[in-house]
């Protein structure tokens, strides 16, 4: 929550008419439900904060996603490259990853696979930065993600904060290495298969 306060919420947030009008409908669908389906504790958790009438603990039920860790991980060193897979909007720090990358001495290119608002802007800080190994491409499908995964170095997810990647749970699927926000909600099994890093560092 200080992360996205500090990041995001900088300006007074004024909800239109429209924004308004739906929080109206979700406190009365969430208020009206018997049970609340969460896949992660920690989402249930921030739940409760921002909907403290309406989500009780006794509503709360926890689901995580299935997942099934590679029989083989690859080694540090694999070949390919490093991929981010996702939305290009503010709440990923993708402008950060650019900089950061474009300070890095490798072999390997960043791709930046999706799409979104931030797409002109990535574009233009990949090209002032003048580095040729950042790359950004359009989405593509599910079977073709896990197919780029597969054959990449590792996954990166630098997001100010992720409640569950499926990103992540597919990557780990087919071996491949995931350096993801410490600023996140996976459980601590998952966790414990990933390189957590500070979202606001560069270095």
């Known amino acids: 929550f200080e992360i996205i306060n500090n990041e995001i919420l900088k300006k007074p947030f004024a909800k239109n008419l429209k924004e308004k009008l739906f929080l109206i409908l979700y406190r009365f669908v969430l208020g009206s439900a018997a049970k609340i389906i969460f896949n992660t504790a920690y989402q249930a ?62 072999d390997k290119k960043l791709l930046l696979i999706g799409d979104g608002p931030q797409r002109q802007e990535l574009e233009e800080l990949a090209k002032r930065e003048q580095h040729k190994q950042i790359q950004i491409m359009a ?48 459980p601590d099994a998952i966790k414990s298969q990933l390189e957590l890093f500070n979202p606001l560092d560069e270095d």
């Open 45 to 106: 958790g921030l739940y409760q904060k921002l909907f403290t009438q309406q989500v009780t603990s006794e509503k709360i039920t926890v689901i995580e996603n299935p997942w099934q860790p590679a029989a083989r991980r690859k080694s540090p060193g694999s070949s390919g490259d490093f991929v981010y897979v996702g939305r290009f909007i503010g709440l990923k720090n993708l402008p950060r990853l650019i900089r950061a990358f474009a300070k890095v001495s490798t």
């Open 139 to 186: 989405p593509i499908g599910r079977e073709q993600v896990l197919d780029v995964l597969s054959q990449s170095y590792a996954l990166i997810i630098p997001s100010l904060t992720e409640l569950n990647p499926n990103a992540v749970l597919e990557a780990l699927s087919v071996g491949t290495p995931v350096l993801v926000t410490a600023e996140n909600g996976l």
